[in-house]
């Protein structure tokens, strides 16, 4: 079954991704992405009723630490890679009102 | 012998007996650098100050007894994935142009610890996404065997970067084949170790269920000697393990007697090329010569590898992507008066085209209505290749096959169609999701005089009978000089 | 008449963890930092880092579920949960979708109709976002991540109550349980205790639930029952008008006492939840699990019992007492000293509660050391300070938990028993008041009292009201 890419879907997944493609990038995306889906879609050929999926491929369990601040203040460090920043803090644009 | 045709333990050996200083090692990579990098574009960014600093530290360390590793003083490139302290890390990508960590990755530190000296930071597919390091932000690395070639990716620019002599060894990732595949396109020995074996802390995540760090070397002893330098089981990283059998380097026996070798058929079906088919296969034979036990069986689900494979790295990828939004660190598209449409901008224009197609990818298999039928499917076909391995190392102890259908493609021939450079990956891909380790050596070249490489897997926590059968592979081929200079 | 309509409600509610550090990094989760202070590369999302749990989280997450009659979920795992916003700077919260790790229990509530059920259907662990403030001069958003990976747990109940008393008596509840877990201090207004309120109305006798919507910001009990009382009248003025109820998110203002809708052009509510590959499963085990079982506390229900067995309080004492485990260890600890256990509570019930509202704080806030306490009650005991001082020392004790013995030496409030001042000030007041040394002698007990009142002024308070009554009276007795 052929997959074909609505313009609605590259938009909605452009909103999820946050990615704004230009109206030939758009094209381009619905072609690709209907291919891959066609050619991801062979998976269904395969039986997989009962199968557990496999998230972690190892059985390493309980992985944990101990409750014991490590961490003094490194805020210089962390905000020398800031495209902006003031009062030693982050900035983006408004987000409120 | 010349300095840059040694292996780097052999190297480290000559400068821990007073033959050679680190310093001269530095310098030696260097001008290799100054001739052939021009051409060949292996680093994104190099060092020469630091490092020839960060030698005379280590060398007055040997001097001083307190460095007696094998790779004390040995110049490495590190894939610029790899977060390194004060040195600018990018992903070959616009959006971390300038990024410039405040920490080094664990695999890093512990290269460090036994006395490496970095020298740069290579390059590579952006984010890792890519199969020819033509994805980079930064332009294409060239095959050092031939320039007209990919070296292959996306670790290209540590693969190209030891095969040319511009360093001694290198780290590199490998979460489909990224280090293999390279390894075997440019001719050096490469291995992705079993899933939790070398930390991922400070490795910049493409897919978090596949990456591992794995080294590129020159022959199969610095590759043991590089993994068991970098193997650790990190506090700072849940998903390694702790291992008590990483003395790597004690597996290097020319002893494949009595060794169970098995070689899937389904890996020597349609679309391989006639020249690595023969060569892997006459690569099998040297083993049965050797007294390995050496038969064909039927692995199965191998096409699905690879659609599984891109729906689960995809997905991870999305995800793993989402933090690079022009507030903490990279790039930022200018004048943005809405969040939003920062965001927008900003991802827009710094990442790259493979590299918004996967996470377009990934967010569509994520998303609702979808996830089921794409990601859980995946997953699931994931635990039933896990399971196809599990029953072939019941009667093996190491799998053969091919590392890649065809040897490196020119450059610019891969990109044209996404889909076609992703089925490249399918003999390397089914490790990955089953996590198991692997092993790309040189088994010689094809009519057109390029490397093909052999692939050697094995199960879960067996690298040592991996190690063992590709070191007695490369004996009884001559070792990498004989390798290399087939042409 | 019109249709009769009852309301649906389910409350989903964060609590921050009292854990040391955050829920992924060695990050001190303590107020007060300056901005980005305590972040590192995990909680501030720098590439290639990864989370560690604190396995204090799960720890107090499954003390939740257990006081909560909840299912612990024996294999549980960590999912992602996918949105760009800056507070979170994966953009991805780390959270608990698919399998959380407690599930289906209850906590039980008065309500006027007697006790009842409240279900739970899940509690999961998560992290807290970081803090956006807008910044006027610039119109822009600043932020601080030092809250960012701050351990919570969300309580998600059932839609089982009906209206805001109830919804009242469940946090009131939730809130119990979980300080005398010492998992949280549970304050609404510092957000340490958080409940989104999810309402919907029906016609009385329907099935079939109504359109919800979500109200987030309410920071007081009193903002969370202005808030339903609000949206049910909303939504059932909507319903008599024919219109439909939207199914959305709404800010609740406090200032202006109404709601509005949270509208996000770019928010396409579906978070692409995924299981975290950065985080391996946790498997519960039956013996951690036990043990899990054998550290929690004695609870309210078990405390008042002991409390009236063994103290042999009233029930009006044990109600107050057992309303918060730190009251209730104070009153126990206290007690032990001074062997006083009905002084003890009524000090509690009388001027550390007058206190608390007086200074609008919270039982957890009380700073007052049990040997400070038994030692301010064991000198008024011995008549060392009278009533009015110790009622100051305790003030001063709330405030800064002085010790009572160098603070009534230091401001000279000792008692002066019996002394030749006292004894001359005595004299001063009967001489200068003839008329109530008649009235006393007259008949009229009333009338010592003022006498003593003007000894006291005299004294500025540092002599036993008790004891000069009783020397006034001899003094009197003598002299007639």
């Avoid at chain 2, 990024?99 to 290579?122: D, H, M």
């Avoid at chain 3, 899940?122 to 403030?133: F, Q, R, S």
């Avoid at chain 3, 002599?463 to 002299?479: S, T, W």
């Amino acid at each position: 079954m052929a997959h074909s890419i609505t313009d609605e879907t590259i938009e909605y997944v452009g909103i999820l991704a946050q990615l704004e493609l230009s109206p030939e990038e758009k094209k381009q995306a619905r072609q690709d992405m209907g291919r891959m889906l066609d050619y991801i879609d062979q998976l269904k050929e395969l039986d997989t009723e009962g199968v557990e999926p496999l998230s972690h491929v190892l059985s390493v369990e309980n992985v944990m630490r101990e409750d014991v601040v490590t961490n003094g203040d490194m805020r210089e460090a962390l905000l020398a890679n800031a495209p902006e920043e003031k009062d030693g803090m982050f900035t983006a644009p408004r987000t409120f009102g | 012998m010349k300095l840059t045709d040694m292996t780097a333990v052999e190297l480290g050996t000559a400068i821990r007996e007073r033959h050679v200083t680190a310093m001269e090692a530095v310098e030696a990579v260097f001008a290799v650098i100054q001739e052939r990098e021009a051409q060949l574009h292996c680093f994104v960014t190099l060092d020469r100050e630091g490092a020839l600093r960060r030698a005379q530290e280590v060398q007055k360390q040997i001097e001083a007894g307190k460095l007696n590793g094998p790779l004390a003083g040995v110049p490495a490139g590190i894939k610029d994935n790899l977060c390194t302290r004060g040195m600018r890390t990018t992903c070959a990508s616009r959006i971390l142009e300038n990024f410039v960590p405040s920490y080094t990755a664990q695999s890093v530190a512990r290269l460090e610890q036994a006395g490496a000296v970095l020298i740069g930071k290579t390059n590579m597919d952006e984010f890792a996404m890519g199969s020819t390091t033509e994805t980079s932000a930064w332009g294409p690395t060239k095959n050092p065997r031939n320039p007209a070639h990919v070296p292959g990716g996306s670790s290209g620019g540590s693969a190209a970067a030891v095969a040319a002599g511009e360093c001694f060894m290198a780290l590199g990732s490998d979460t489909g084949g990224s280090v293999r595949q390279p390894a075997s396109f440019c001719g050096v020995v490469g291995m992705k170790p079993t899933y939790g074996t070398v930390s991922r802390y400070g490795l910049i995540a493409y897919g978090s269920s596949l990456d591992q760090v794995g080294p590129l070397c020159r022959d199969v002893r610095d590759c043991a000697a590089l993994l068991e330098v970098i193997a650790s089981h990190d506090p700072k990283d849940s998903t390694t393990v702790l291992r008590r059998d990483t003395d790597f380097t004690a597996a290097l026996q020319d002893d494949v007697e009595g060794m169970r070798i098995g070689i899937p058929r389904d890996y020597f079906a349609e679309g391989l090329a006639a020249d690595v088919r023969e060569r892997v296969l006459a690569a099998a034979q040297v083993l049965r010569e050797r007294g390995a036990v050496v038969e064909e069986f039927d692995l199965s689900l191998v096409e699905y590898a690879v659609p599984a494979y891109y729906t689960i790295a995809a997905a991870e990828a999305s995800s793993n992507l989402e933090r690079f939004d022009g507030i903490k660190y990279g790039y930022r598209a200018r004048d943005c008066q809405d969040l939003h449409q920062m965001y927008k901008k900003t991802r827009s224009e710094g990442f790259g085209e493979e590299v918004k197609r996967r996470i377009m990818l990934g967010s569509f298999v994520l998303s609702s209505g979808y996830y089921d039928a794409y990601y859980l499917k995946a997953l699931r076909v994931k635990a039933l290749i896990r399971q196809a391995f599990d029953a072939a190392f019941a009667d093996y102890d190491v799998i053969l096959g091919p590392v890649a259908p065809t040897t490196a493609p020119l450059l610019g021939e891969s990109l044209q169609d996404p889909l076609k450079m992703y089925l490249g990956d399918i003999y390397t891909i089914a490790v990955n999701l089953a996590g198991l380790p692997a092993i790309s050596l040189p088994c010689g070249t094809d009519r057109h005089g390029l490397p093909v490489g052999l692939q050697l897997i094995g199960n879960r926590f067996e690298e040592k009978k991996l190690l063992r059968s590709a070191f007695a592979y490369e004996k009884a081929a001559g070792g990498f000089r004989n390798c290399r200079e087939v042409d | 008449m019109g249709k009769q309509y009852e309301t649906v409600i389910g409350l989903e509610v964060h609590v921050e963890l009292a854990t040391r550090t955050k829920i992924f990094c060695g990050c001190s989760t303590a107020f007060g930092g300056a901005p980005n202070t305590h972040t590192c590369p995990v909680c501030m999302g720098m590439p290639g880092s990864l989370p560690v749990l604190n396995r204090k989280v799960l720890e107090y997450a499954v003390l939740v579920g257990l006081a909560s009659n909840c299912e612990i979920t024996r294999y549980c795992k960590f999912d992602r949960k996918n949105y760009f916003y800056p507070d979170n700077p994966q953009n991805y919260q780390i959270s608990q979708l698919y399998l959380p790790v407690c599930q289906n229990g209850y906590v039980e509530i008065e309500t006027e109709d007697g006790s009842k059920r409240v279900g739970i259907h899940e509690i999961h662990m998560e992290e807290d976002a970081g803090k956006l403030i807008h910044d006027t001069w610039e119109d822009c958003t600043l932020i601080d991540y030092n809250r960012s990976g701050v351990p919570l747990i969300e309580i998600v109940s059932e839609p089982d109550m009906r209206n805001a008393q109830e919804v009242i008596a469940y946090l009131e509840k939730l809130r119990l349980l979980i300080s005398y877990l010492g998992a949280s201090d549970c304050k609404l207004q510092e957000g340490s205790m958080r409940a989104d309120v999810n309402l919907s109305v029906r016609e009385a006798g329907t099935q079939k639930l109504g359109t919800r919507t979500e109200m987030k910001n309410l920071n007081s009990f009193k903002a969370i029952t202005r808030a339903i009382e609000g949206e049910q009248q909303r939504q059932i003025d909507l319903l008599e008008a024919g219109e439909p109820i939207v199914q959305e998110t709404r800010r609740w203002d406090d200032a202006n006492d109404c709601s509005y809708a949270m509208r996000f052009k770019e928010d396409a509510q579906d978070y692409r939840y995924f299981p975290d590959p950065d985080l391996p499963p946790v498997r519960i085990s039956e013996e951690w699990l036990e043990r899990m079982r054998a550290a929690l506390p004695e609870f309210r229900r078990e405390k008042m019992e002991r409390f009236r067995r063994e103290y042999g309080l009233p029930d009006y004492d044990l109600q107050i007492i057992t309303q918060s485990a730190h009251l209730a260890d104070l009153f126990e600890e206290t007690t032990a000293l001074c062997k006083e256990p009905k002084k003890v509570s009524n000090w509690l019930m009388g001027e550390m509660l007058r206190l608390l509202r007086e200074r609008e704080k919270d039982p957890a806030d009380i700073i007052i050391s049990p040997a400070h306490l038994a030692a301010l009650i064991l000198m008024k005991d011995k008549g060392e300070i009278n009533g009015a001082a110790a009622k100051e020392v305790f003030e001063a004790m709330f405030d800064e938990d002085v010790d009572p013995h160098s603070y009534v030496e230091e401001k000279g409030m000792k008692v002066e028993a019996d002394t030749d001042a006292l004894r001359e000030v005595l004299g001063q007041v009967v001489a200068a008041h003839p008329k109530s040394v008649a009235d006393y002698r007259n008949g009229k007990e009333k009338a010592i009292g003022f006498l003593v009142g003007q000894t006291m002024k005299v004294m500025k308070g540092k002599a036993d009201p008790g004891a000069v009554k009783e020397m006034l009276r001899e003094l009197l007795q003598k002299e007639s």
